[in-house]
């Protein structure tokens, strides 16, 4: 069989349905191939989307038009903000889903979307002319010509499990056959490694002695992912707290040479900060209990995710320590927990687009590019989807600076800095974290989707819509006087005319403990009616904006130095003066621009102040040379 498309996908993770969706919403020919489309987006570890920064992630998908804020709303079983105690700057959605419902609408999304192809294949190969990528091939014969590539294989490529020691196998995840054959095509074009990840196991609520457990729900506060469509939200359902102890401890050290972890049996690096219940005891052995939640699966079934009990222990072992649980006396173990170890890419062989610097047209996003988490895989695979289409279009590509997007953060961190161990994101990776807010995402990244042709035209409507709800809102809180006993609390001075007994709405708003809420209908001004999450957002822009002004004047400032762009041809191993680590460095990682250079890790300031003297005498020598040959 022979196809032809412009962008093809290769997996249907949380990166590929998005890489897909981007490259088909801005009008490419793209065709997804994934071995199983019953379980696409599907959630390999715990059923929840979001999280602090990676909440954040999510919600800059949504904005950017992808699919994983939708799907989220329609599979939430519950739903809470992380962190409101701190600062909106730090505040992180995360819902826990049901894991078939989330699979459910992300087909149901991909399936609206008009020039996206989807296929029930896997793929053997990258088809490479030259050294650019046209194409694939798959198991059962297909030869798919295509423009540009876009591989999101996840944990799969030469994927091995193990559940205890000496006990491997090949699996992508279980029961899903690895990908060997596309690991091995890739790896004779790109430096391969290795990282290891794990999961729980799950059990049967109906042996759960719930009764006696700490029960968690969710918010009460209604709150969508999604900006531009509003899907029905499912029934709410509550989590469950336990406690690992001392008994637990003991199952788990008697057994320490049985796990694959522990018994040599693996050797890729591991995230973290995503522990196994192995690793918790070995690296803190004084903390007297570890907290373990029970985390409903979906609406329809009685099985638990046990979240803090990842684990690479035979099953006969994670049976003996769950029954150490309070609660779990008598449970039954539906499904054995395993770890994982799989091949990926280390991320400093990428552009910023994505795109491979050695094969042309050929892009890599997701677990494949060395990270870890459903968000970091889906912000990715936006990147790479919307900067494949682009360049099958001829148009400049799409790059999300730092003061931009997590999602900038983020291809920043691979792309410069490189990864030696499963990446996370957090808030600390990011340096202006109260304007990458996940309130503000829709204002921060609608428009620039909007320009790139990345929205549908009903999302178009969306985003214009709530825009200009936003600046209603906006233009009030400036422009409305209200009377200042109308709210508690001593004023912030005011630039404005003063007016006796009178203040900005946006003044009273600032005032300590004074909610946007309490201002509605304050001294009879009526506020605009907009929808809450419009208000939501309002409200934290105004009583925010000294510190976002000053904020976002620190990152036009370190703007200044990112747009010094550095040729991708400069000899940096001839740059004496540099250190011998910066040169190496510079050498492999060939930056973009000099910010780029300055956040490497081993490149010094004086090395940046070096490699400006050393580019500017390169580039007078080369049009020295360039005088005397025309000259000759
Ligand atoms: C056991 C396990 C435990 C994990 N634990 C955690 C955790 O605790 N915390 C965390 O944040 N993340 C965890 N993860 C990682 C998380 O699942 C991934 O980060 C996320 O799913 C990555 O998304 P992705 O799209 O890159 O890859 P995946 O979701 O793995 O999707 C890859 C897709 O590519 C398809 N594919 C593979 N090979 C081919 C081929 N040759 N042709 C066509 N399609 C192909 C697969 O079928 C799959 O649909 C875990 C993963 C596993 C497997």
């Known amino acids: 069989m022979k196809l032809s498309c412009d962008v093809v996908v290769v997996g249907g993770g949380h990166a590929g349905v998005e890489a897909a969706a981007a ?81 459910l609408a992300v087909r149901r999304l991909l399936e609206e979307l008009p020039g996206l192809e989807l296929l029930q294949d896997m793929v053997s190969d990258v088809v490479v002319d030259g050294r650019r990528a046209v194409g694939v091939r798959t198991r059962s014969g297909a030869e798919v010509e295509a423009r540009a590539v876009v591989i999101t294989a996840g944990t799969f490529l030469r994927g091995r499990i193990h559940v205890g020691a000496d006990t491997g196998v090949g699996a992508g995840r279980a029961g899903e056959a690895p990908s060997v054959e596309l690991a091995e095509g890739l790896g004779s074009l790109l430096e391969v490694a290795r990282f290891k990840t794990g999961t729980p196991p799950r059990v049967d609520g109906r042996t759960v002695r719930l009764e006696e457990l700490q029960r968690q729900d969710g918010d009460e506060t209604p709150f969508r992912f999604a900006a531009y469509a509003a899907e029905a939200v499912p029934e709410q359902r509550p989590c469950w707290i336990t406690w690992a102890g001392e008994d637990l401890k003991r199952v788990v050290r008697e057994n320490l040479g049985r796990s694959a972890l522990y018994g040599g049996s693996i050797s890729g690096k591991g995230p973290r900060y995503c522990p196994s219940i192995e690793d918790k005891i070995v690296r803190f052995p004084d903390a007297p209990r570890h907290q373990v939640i029970l985390e409903p699966e979906g609406l329809h079934t009685t099985e638990l995710y046990v979240n803090g009990l990842s684990t690479s222990l035979p099953a006969d072992v994670q049976m003996a320590f769950l029954r150490t649980l309070p609660g779990l006396e008598d449970v039954h173990m539906t499904r054995v927990g395993y770890a994982i ?57 799409f790059v999300l600076e730092r003061d931009q997007a997590y999602i900038g953060v983020l291809v ?214 360039g005088a005397t040959a025309a000259g000759g």
């Open 341 to 397: 170890e799989y091949d990926y890419f280390p991320p400093h062989q990428l552009r910023h687009t994505l795109e491979t610097r050695v094969v042309a047209g050929l892009f890599l996003a997701g677990q494949v590019n060395g990270t870890t988490g459903y968000e970091e895989a889906a912000g990715q695979g936006v990147v790479a989807g919307i900067n494949a289409a682009l360049q099958v279009k001829g148009e400049e590509p």
């Open 23 to 103: 490259a088909a919403r801005s009008g490419v020919r793209t065709l997804l191939i994934t071995p199983d489309l019953g379980r696409v987006a599907q959630m390999s570890c715990n059923p929840a989307i979001g999280g602090v920064a990676k909440g954040v992630v999510a919600r800059e998908v949504d904005a950017l038009g992808g699919i994983m804020g939708r799907a989220t709303d329609a599979a939430r079983i519950q739903f809470r903000m992380l962190n409101r105690s701190k600062g909106p700057a730090v505040w992180g959605p995360r819902a826990q889903c049901d894991r078939a419902l989330y699979v």
């Open 412 to 625: 920043d961190d691979l792309v410069s800095r490189g990864v030696d161990e499963p990446y996370r994101l957090f808030t600390s990776r990011a340096e202006f974290r109260l304007l990458l807010r996940q309130d503000n995402a829709p204002r921060r990244l609608g428009p620039l989707a909007r320009d790139r042709g990345m929205l549908t035209a009903d999302q178009e409507r969306a985003l214009t819509r709530r825009l200009a709800a936003e600046e209603r809102v906006l233009v009030w809180f400036r422009e409305t006087w209200l009377p200042t006993r109308a709210v508690a609390g001593p004023a912030e001075p005011s630039d404005a005319t003063p007016e006796p007994g009178s203040a900005p709405a946006a003044e009273l708003l600032r005032r300590p403990g004074v909610r946007a809420e309490d201002l509605v209908k304050a001294g009879g001004a009526t506020m605009p009616e907009v929808p809450e999450d419009v208000l939501a957002a309002v409200e934290v822009e105004v009583k925010y904006e000294g510190y976002v002004m000053r904020e976002r004047e620190r990152a036009m400032r370190v703007r200044k130095h990112a747009n010094i762009k550095l040729a991708n041809d400069l000899p940096y191993l001839g740059f004496v003066t540099l250190s011998f680590e910066a040169r190496e460095k510079l050498q492999r990682i060939r930056p973009e621009t000099l910010a780029q250079a300055g956040r490497i890790p081993g490149v010094s300031p004086a090395d940046l102040q070096n490699l400006i003297l050393e580019v500017r005498r390169w580039r007078a020598q080369l049009s020295s040379d």
